[in-house]
């Protein structure tokens, strides 16, 4: 079992910065590999970004891609997302999950989900 709490969210201004945290607790966070996903209201919750076991392998949402960074310390059983020129569109409930099998684009691919993280972005 994995407990994961998201904490980081807020208002911005389109242009502007936050980052984005979830922290592990439960099991072997080392163990896992881990995503971000999002969900506007009326949308399916999507795709953000995934992270392998390691760190060593990175994917992205071609929307997020080259503003969006996902890193991870295994160490104290973080996973980060530095989100960079903010944009409207980027407004959602921000989710991490945690796949015992790897990463994954879908949903489905992953085990354990956090409560999330309300994100606005101003135009």
């Known amino acids: 079992q994995v407990q994961l709490v998201e904490s980081g969210g807020g208002l911005v201004q389109a242009g502007g910065s936050l980052r984005l945290s979830c922290a592990a607790s439960?099991?072997?966070?080392?163990?896992?590999?881990m995503g971000w996903f999002r969900q506007a209201p009326g949308k399916e919750r999507e795709f953000v970004a995934a992270?392998?076991?390691?760190?060593?392998?990175?994917y992205y949402a071609d929307s997020v891609k080259g503003r969006f960074t996902i890193s991870r310390n295994n160490a104290n059983n973080t996973v980060y997302l530095q989100m960079n020129s903010l944009k409207p569109d980027d407004t959602a409930v921000y989710y991490c999950?945690?796949?015992?099998?790897?990463?994954?684009?879908?949903?489905?691919?992953?085990?354990?989900w956090g409560q999330g993280t309300q994100v606005t972005v101003s135009s």
């Open positions: 999950a945690a796949s015992i099998r790897g990463s994954s684009w879908s949903t489905h691919g992953y085990d354990y």
């Open positions: 439960g099991s072997t966070f080392s163990s896992y590999a």
């Open positions: 992270i392998s076991k390691s760190g060593g392998s990175k």
